[in-house]
Nanobody
């Protein structure tokens, strides 16, 4: 069993920054992909960014140069630093883990999910 808890969401003005955290507890995996997804009201869940166990990172085009993934292995925590936030970034952000080293952007391919943290960016 793995539990994921997101934190760090909030309300900011456009151009501001937030740092989201995803803390994992329970069983850990040697090979994994941890990803961030987001879902705005009335829209489907979409991929944001991912990091492989090897440290390789991936970002969707709309957040490249603004969002940065990092991790603290000792704390079993992954961080998503979000800078230059835009109103279109407003969504509930979820972290998820896939029990594989194979990278994928498909939410159905992930095995464990957190409950989400709200990010609201005002104009």
């Amino acid at each position: 069993q793995v539990q994921l808890v997101e934190s760090g969401g909030g309300l900011v003005q456009a151009g501001g920054s937030l740092r989201l955290s995803c803390a994992a507890s329970g069983r850990t995996f040697s090979n994994y992909v941890m990803a961030w997804f987001r879902q705005a009201p009335g829209k489907e869940r979409e991929y944001v960014a991912a990091i492989r166990w090897s440290g390789s990172t991936y970002y969707r085009d709309s957040v490249k140069g603004r969002f940065t993934l990092s991790r603290d292995n000792a704390k079993n925590t992954v961080y998503l630093q979000m800078n230059s936030l835009k109103p279109e970034d407003t969504a509930v952000y979820y972290c998820a883990i896939r029990r594989s080293s194979a990278y994928t952007e498909g939410p159905d391919e992930y095995d464990y999910w957190g409950q989400g943290t709200q990010v609201t960016v005002s104009s």
